[in-house]
């Protein structure tokens, strides 16, 4: 069966410091992999998603960036953070369908609080 | 504009009663929707999923209903349980793309009650 593993569970910066949140999927080959984000009161927002190795896209402009060094690796980071990138991030991963349909599996998520 | 709007945003209940919770999208095309709970803290998990062609869709005492004419979905929670207090999340899917084109509602906190 797959599972999906987020670290860390929490984390508490300082605003302009760097961030590295990891992403691994288990039990499954060339899933799609996102990165959300899930501020309080508010839908999730889809930031990046990954059809493949190095293969990036962002769906918004933000202080952030994403990398996928492995098949089943995904990593979320920033250079220095701000206080607006505070929230909860979830990382999903989803089978890579003909057509494109995928229903998509979250990790437990990260809290980052950023001071 | 593609949206999905959850109601109502919160809802105490007390345990042992029935709640609906409603979803109302203008996402089109249409691809699917589903119905995610995520407890507090947690990823969301998914309850449901419903294609364009079915008009209801149980998973024990949730019951998903879709009428993809007036575009409203809702999830019918049965019997309720405290463990059943969570964030309920409606998502309605367009066709294909590697992103999935998933437009995610705010979602309706369901608090449930001794």
């Known amino acids: 069966s797959q599972t999906i593993h987020q670290w860390p569970a929490t984390l508490v910066q300082p605003v302009g410091s760097p961030l590295s949140l990891e992403c691994t999927v288990e039990g499954t080959s060339n899933p799609n992999l996102y990165w959300y984000r899930q501020a309080a009161g508010r839908g999730l927002q889809l930031l990046f998603y990954s059809v493949g190795i190095g293969q990036i896209s962002s769906e918004v402009p933000q202080n952030l960036s994403a990398s996928r060094p492995q098949d089943r690796q995904f990593i979320l980071s920033s250079k220095k953070l701000l206080l607006s990138d505070s929230g909860f991030y979830l990382c999903?991963?989803?089978?890579?369908?003909?057509?494109?349909?995928?229903?998509?599996?979250f990790g437990p998520g990260t809290r980052l609080t950023v001071l | 504009k593609n949206q999905v709007e959850q109601s109502p945003q919160s809802l105490i209940i007390l345990e042992g009663k029935n709640c609906t919770l409603q979803c109302n999208y203008t996402v089109s095309p249409f691809s699917n929707l589903r119905w995610y709970k995520q407890d507090t803290g947690r990823g969301p998990v998914s309850l449901t999923i419903m294609t364009f062609s079915e008009n209801t869709k149980s998973n024990g005492r949730y019951t998903a209903t879709l009428d993809a004419d007036t575009k409203q979905s809702s999830l019918h929670i049965t019997a309720s349980q405290l463990s059943d207090s969570a964030s309920y999340i409606c998502?309605?899917?367009?066709?294909?793309?590697?992103?999935?084109?998933?437009?995610f509602g705010k979602g309706t906190k369901l608090s449930v009650k001794p």
């Open positions: 999903a991963w989803a089978p890579l369908l003909a057509g494109g349909y995928n229903e998509q599996f």
């Open positions: 998502v309605v899917s367009g066709p294909g793309g590697s992103q999935g084109n998933l437009i």
